[in-house]
Structures are given as C-alpha cells and as structure tokens.
C-alpha cells in the first residue's frame, strides 16, 4: 500500500517539473514571509489557488502573521488559537491534546472534531478528534511558522474534508525573502531551555530554500523535578521557480516529548443539581501544581501482546513525524491553472498522562501506607494525609503504533470573461486521505497523594507500589488493540462571478469515506507483574489483552457538501457579505464504541448516521478597511452566524455514546488599529448555543438536556492584543479572557469565566540583536477549562458535593530571551 503512495507521490513532483518551463516565477507563487496585513493574499478557504484579497471574499478569514504571534506570547499551539475570532481553544493540556471548537460548535469530546487543522493547506490528520490522538499534538509552533490562516464556516465545508466549522492553516516559511535568525530562550521562574534557529535565501535567480527549527530542554512549569518537555523539530522548503509557476519540495522531522494534563482534585462548591468548581484543594493549586513527580514518575503495564512494559510519564505526549511533501503551482495558458499539494506523514508515539477520577479519605484507605517519600512505610491517616485526600489516578498509557498518512489536492482552474467587465472563474478538483489508526491501550490505577511532589500509596494487594496494573477506572477492558485505516475521496468544483462590485460563488463537494479494521478486547486474569512466581494482590485480575474482536470497521459513508456566498464592494474599503453552507465531519474510531453493529461488525438498519455528523451554517458580515479613526487607521470585520449541528459521539470517561443537536447563534468581531508607534489587534466572539435534542445510543430521548446550553460553551471569549513599537524598544501585552460555562450538558456544574494577562518586553541592543522579557499570565490566574462531566464526583468518598475534578490554565510563567537577526 505505501509503495503505491510513493509511486503517486513521485508522480505529482514528476509532473510538475515535466510542466516548468525556466525564467521567472508566476504571480502569487509565493507571498512575504512575514505579512499579516490585512490587504494580505489569502489562499485558505478561496477557489483562486493564487489566493485572494480578504476584502474581497465573502467568507469569515483570518490571518496572523510571526509578529503578531510573537506579541502574544504563546507558550503551545493552543495559545496561538486563542487569538483568533471565533475558536475557543482550552490552552490547558501542554504540548498538545487541546478541545478547539468554533462558533458554538459543541465540544462533546477531546480535540476538534469539526476544525481541519491543516500544515500548508493539507490536514494533518483526517480526523480532529482521534482518540489519544488530536491533531494539534502533532505540529510544532517555532521560527519556521510564517503565518496563520483561519476560515470559520463558508467554504470550509466544500474545500476541505471533516472541517465544515472551519480551517486552521499553518503556513511554513519558503526563504523568497531571505535571512534567518537564532534565538535563545531561559526560563527566569522555571527550568527551560530552548534555542531556535532559522535561515532561508537565494541558491539562484529562481532557486530559493528555508531551514530551521527548535531544540527545548526543562518546561518545568509546575515544578515536577525531572524535565517535562524535550526535542524538537527540523523543517525544510525548497523552491524552484520557473517561467509559469513553481515547485516547492518539504520535508520535516519531529521528535518531542511534552508533559500532558489534565483534570487533578480540586474544591466544589454548592449543592448535587447546582455546583461552581474551584481552583485549589487545601494548597494544590490546578494552575501551578500536578500529581507528576519523580516519585509518580515511572510504573510499570501490560500491553497488548501481553508483555510486562515499563512506562515513565515524562514521555507525556511523545510524538515522532517525519514529512516529505510537494506542491506545484503552474500557469497552463489561456487562463488556465493547475495546482496540487501533496505529502506523506510517517506518524508515531505515545501518550501518557495522569486522569484523576477519584478521591480517597483515610477511612476508605485503610490498612494503606505510603510507597515512597518522606513517610515511606507509615500508615496513612487522617492526621498525615496531605491535603485530607488521596488522588485515585488513570495512567493514561497509550501507544501510538502508527496514524502514518498521505493526503494529494489537486486542482484545475481557469478564468473566463464576460462582457466588457465580468469574469467566471471556475475550478474543480479532487482531494484524497489515507490515514491509518495503530493504538495499544493500557491503563494503570495509581493512588497518590494530592501535592505537588506527590507520593506513592501503597495500597492492600498493591504491587511496587502501584495500586491495579491495567486496572484503571476498575475497568477489566482497558488493554485495547487498535488496527483501523480510513480513506476518503472528494471531488469537488467551483464558481465565482465577479460583475462591477458584485462577487458570487458557489461549491460543491461528495466525500466518500470507507474505513475498514478491527478493534480487540481484553479480560481480566492473573499476571505475574513483579515476576516472583506467585501470584497475589492484584496481580489476580490484570487487563490482558484475549485477541477477540469485539469491534469491526467495514463501512463505506458519504455526504454531499455545499457552499453559497455573495460579496458586495460598496467602496473600495468597505464590503459586506452574507453565506449559506451545508456540511459534515465523519466518525472513525470513536464510532466503535456506539453500538450500531452486529456481532459480525455490519452495521445495523439506518446506522449510518451514527458516522456522519452534519453542520448547516448561515452568516452575514462586513469587512471594513483603512478607516480613518483619529491619528490613525481601523479596520473592522463583523459577522453575525447561525449554525445547526447534529452529532453522534462516544466519551471514554466513562464509555458513554450520545446523539445531539445543537444550535448556536452570535457575533464575531475582529479589528486591527494602528497609529504611529501604537498597534493593538482584538476579537470578541459572542455565541448563545443550545441543546435541541439529547438521546443515548439506543436513541431513547433525555428531555432534560434539551434546552441547555452545551457543556464547557461560554456566551462570551475575547483577545486583545495591544503593541508599542519604538526604534530603541517594544511593548505588547494580551488579554485573554472566556466567560462562565457549564461541565457538563446538564449544567449542574458551572466553571467560572476567567481572563489573562500576557507581557511581553524587548530592548533592541544593536540593530540586529534584540533582548525581550516574556510573562505570561503575569497575575497568576486560575482557569478551569474541564471538569467532570458526567457525575463522577459520587466517587469522591465522603465529599460527593464539595470535591470534583478541573483542568485549569497555566499559572505564572517567565522566560528571558535574545534573538540575533542576520
């Protein structure tokens, strides 16, 4: 099978070097690294694969360009979502594992299941919601990013595939401008090291290349003592232009270990029917501690070949890609345009990570002691408990065998015109995905005490300390095997007429989607984890793996796509616009756990909803450019929206399958302002969401859901980010904020809106040598962003409404850094 991709991918590259001819390259073969300008060429989301004038589109774009994004002071991926209008981003997990949702488009599970995330326009991974597996954990933000292009609604749902609420493109540097720099970062309140590197420029008049990437070393943000974060990445562009276009080759290596988190203990106040969750349980603070510490670092599994497999935390999110792509982009004649992008993405890793499901007083603990740390061998009481409660943890250990994938688009365009002043330009195209799904599941169950260097308990059956091998949650299953592979084909075609200052278009798409695979379970039964040759404790029920397929992907799924807008250009700076989508995200390996086969893995009679999820969207908008606003310059976009989603999901915390409808409504605001030194780019987004129908798996109606508003959804997020740029030295800061929403669809439990403050200081000691000060979250502030969503606080032994779990922001961090720029 992978030959055959190989064999398709030297192709593409055979022929766009077979269409070149030598001179000067076409026009838009490749935009300023650096621009962000709003009259900036975008090329996410429009048909023109030159791109096209932001004003001029009649969809909701966005772009952030290295400046703007340095201003922000990000310290993960996560972070650098946030600033766009419309995407709320839990920036909460580390290095990865983010829930991203866009215009109220609920996030029922992990990751971004209605989002394409895409590196230079093609998706990173075909699905956004994978489990242990989103695809922002997969892409490393360093030098090498040029800029940021985000589409939310409109034509996300016809030129791309399992994105209809938007488009997220990360846009490499190509080296056309030339130059590089090399940056050295510390961490001032923190263990961290990092250096980045970049350079790019001209082997020849229509040669030109970019090579860079990062190394970090510490990330200890919460104090762990053993180094969180490690490795990094290396990417390189190369581009040969000719006389009717271009072809551009890339390749990429990462290898990179993050700390993941996730909800921890933290206090609960009010009632079982109307709750506020806190941020702190005694001194454990959710924003600046954890459970991680070198003496809950390492343990020990049984994988899916049943073999005994030690695992040591600090891999968190362990990640390996390694990339190789090509793009082509030629001028055929007579207004004709061939494009295409094509790459192949080896993929692998782990994931690990502590869950805390549950909280154990002394009483529940007895005939307990300590594993390890300073009351090793001591009985555990109430006197000696830290913080009054035991943490009862899942180590969320999964191996990532292999989500390798290989994706092609391509597309034929030409212009036609009109009469004396119109044109038609008319595209079509097709895009294709292979993606495979590799993944061992083994849970641990530890018990630990809630601290920041929190110990070991050893409780009665224990086994070197650890309290279940394969027994988190008390689940027998949790040794899974997964062996899936999904591909999809989408053809797709599209037309714009622009008359005088009238722009419409339209765009159809028919994804075709077939998965096929298996998925084994596992049972209880005896294992010999410390080898003694006896078998006891908890040793008598170990998760193994029985190689029984209890689930079969078979399917073949498809949805047919559409997308009409209008652009109307009242002046040359002001325009408005208005848009009517329709489009789907499809289920893939969640979709195991809902229940619609038979014991032969066939679906059964109408399942096929259960594995595509649709989205109508509606929106009207202005884009307004240059306005003069006092000594300086406004632009200002505003779109009002409508979505109607319906979704089938399954959450694993617990095994719960879902079917819901949702709608949302709101306002999206974005404006850029300069005058003289003084920059300051904002975005507000206003969303009243609700559930319109709620039922299980089986179907059967919960009446009491509907009406609500969707978990973790708040009616109001915002960003702004203000600028002082002067010769000598430069000011920016961002403010960062959400309003209040629930954990959960029964909105029993209510996480408290929160906002930030980013700093960000820089003194330019030569002309090209630039010394800066980064604070980010300079107050220190607390944000739950995830908590139990699904009544698990009546695990909480003796505190079922004064104790739950949350996920927060990260506290205060500092980091210095200088930067040579050559």
């Known amino acids: 099978m992978r030959k055959a991709y190989l064999r398709t991918f030297a192709s593409a590259a055979t022929l766009g070097l077979a269409l070149a001819t030598p001179a000067m390259a076409q026009d838009g073969a490749a935009t300023s690294e650096e621009e962000a300008a709003v009259d900036e060429i975008i090329v996410t989301g429009v048909i023109s694969s030159a791109g096209q004038n932001k004003i001029d589109t009649s969809i909701s774009v966005s772009s952030l360009g290295a400046d703007a994004i340095a201003d922000s002071n990000p310290t993960n991926l996560a972070e650098v979502f946030r600033q766009l209008p419309g995407i709320r981003s839990e920036s909460s997990s580390g290095g990865g594992n983010s829930n991203i949702n866009v215009r109220g488009i609920p ?135 000719f006389e009717s276009g271009y072809v551009r080759f890339t390749g990429k290596v990462i290898d990179k270990k993050e700390q993941a988190y996730f909800p921890q203990l933290v206090s ?60 082509t982009n030629f001028d055929l004649g007579g207004g004709l345009n061939l494009s295409s992008k094509t790459r192949y993405q080896d993929i692998s890793g782990e994931f690990l990570g502590f869950f805390t499901y549950g909280a154990l ?20 009481t109430a006197g000696n408990l830290p913080n009054g409660l035991a943490s009862e943890v899942a180590v969320f250990d999964v191996n990532l065998d292999d989500l390798s994938n290989f994706a092609n688009d391509i597309r034929l365009s030409k212009s036609f015109e009109i009469g004396g002043e119109s044109t038609l330009d008319v595209a079509v195209g097709h ?77 159809v798409r028919y994804d075709s989607m077939s998965q096929n695979g298996i998925r084994t379970s596992a049972s209880g039964g005896p294992f010999d984890v410390n080898g003694d040759g006896v078998i006891t404790g908890t040793e008598a029920t170990v998760s193994l793996n029985r190689g029984t397929v209890d689930a079969r992907a078979d399917l073949k799924a498809d949805n047919f ?22 489009g789907a ?138 600028s002082l740029d002067f010769d000598q030295f430069r000011v920016s800061a961002s403010w960062i904020g959400t309003g209040s929403s629930f954990a959960n669809d029964a909105n029993t439990l209510t996480q408290k809106g929160y906002s930030v403050v980013h700093l960000t200081g820089a003194v330019n000691l030569t002309d090209n040598l630039e010394f800066s000060l980064n604070v980010n979250n300079l107050f220190d502030k607390a944000g739950i962003t995830e908590s139990a969503n699904d009544g698990r606080e009546s695990l909480f032994a003796g505190a079922p409404n004064t104790i739950t779990i949350g996920r927060s922001i990260q506290g205060r961090t500092m980091a210095a850094n200088i930067r040579f720029k050559f």
Do not use: C
């Open 585 to 722: 995200s499809f289920n893939f390996d969640r979709a195991l756990d809902f229940g619609v086969r038979n014991a032969s893995g066939a679906l059964l009679a109408g399942a096929e909803g259960a594995y595509v999820d649709t989205v109508k969207q509606y929106e009207i908008g202005f884009k307004a450019q240059d306005l003069a606003l006092g000594a300086g310059n406004l632009d200002l976009y505003g779109t009002l929206f409508l979505s109607k989603t319906e979704e089938s999901n399954i959450t694993i915390t617990p095994p719960t399958g879902q079917i819901r409808k949702y709608d949302a409504k709101g306002l999206e605001l974005e404006a850029y302002y300069k005058s003289g030194v003084f920059n300051l780019y904002a975005t507000a987004t206003y969303t009243d969401a609700e559930i319109t129908d709620a039922r299980n798996s089986a179907g059967v109606v919960n009446a009491a859901l509907v009406g609500n508003r969707p978990q973790r959804q708040a009616k109001l997020i915002w960003a702004v980010t203000p």
């Open 361 to 380: 007083n002394a009483a529940s603990l007895a005939g307990s002691t300590y594993y390890n740390g300073p009351l090793a061998g001591q009985a555990v």
């Open 431 to 507: 895009f294709f995905m292979n993606q495979n799904f590799k993944q061992d599941w083994h849970w641990t169950r530890l018990v630990t005490t809630t601290e920041n260097d929190a110990a070991l308990i050893a409780t009665p059956g224990s086994i070197n300390g650890i309290a279940g091998v394969n027994q988190a949650f008390g689940w027998d299953g949790s040794n899974r095997n997964y062996d899936l592979e999904a591909q999809v084909s989408s053809p797709f075609a599209a037309l714009a007429l622009k008359t005088g200052d009238l722009s419409v278009d339209a765009s």
């Open 107 to 241: 996030i029922s599970t992990g990751g971004a299941k209605f989002l394409s995330m895409q590196e230079d326009g093609l998706p990173i991974l075909l699905f956004g919601d994978h489990l242990f597996a989103p695809a922002d954990g997969f892409y490393k933000s360093d030098a090498t990013l040029a800029r940021v292009e985000s589409v939310r609604g409109g034509t996300a749902s016809t030129l791309t595939t399992n994105g209809p609420g938007g488009i997220i493109n990360l846009i490499g540097k190509t080296g056309k401008d030339g130059g590089g720099s090399i940056a050295l970062g510390l961490g001032v309140d923190h263990k961290d090291y990092r250096v980045d590197a970049e350079y790019g420029a001209n082997l020849a008049d229509d040669l030109y290349f970019h090579l860079g990437g990062h190394f970090q070393q510490g990330g200890d943000y919460r104090d762990s003592g053993y180094n969180p974060v490690s490795g990094g990445q290396i990417r390189l562009s190369l581009t040969k232009e």
């Open 561 to 582: 796509a559409w997308s009409l807008g209008a652009n109307y250009l009242i002046n040359d700076n002001f325009s408005v616009f208005g848009r009517a989508s329709s």
């Open 268 to 327: 609960r106040s009010g009632n079982a029917t109307s709750g506020v969750v806190g941020t702190r349980l005694g001194n454990f603070d959710a924003a600046n501690h954890s459970l991680y510490s070198n003496l809950t670092r390492n343990g020990l599994a049984v994988n899916g070949r049943n073999q005994l497999e030690p695992y040591d935390v600090a891999d968190g999110l362990n990640h390996k890609v390694k990339s190789i792509g090509v793009e």
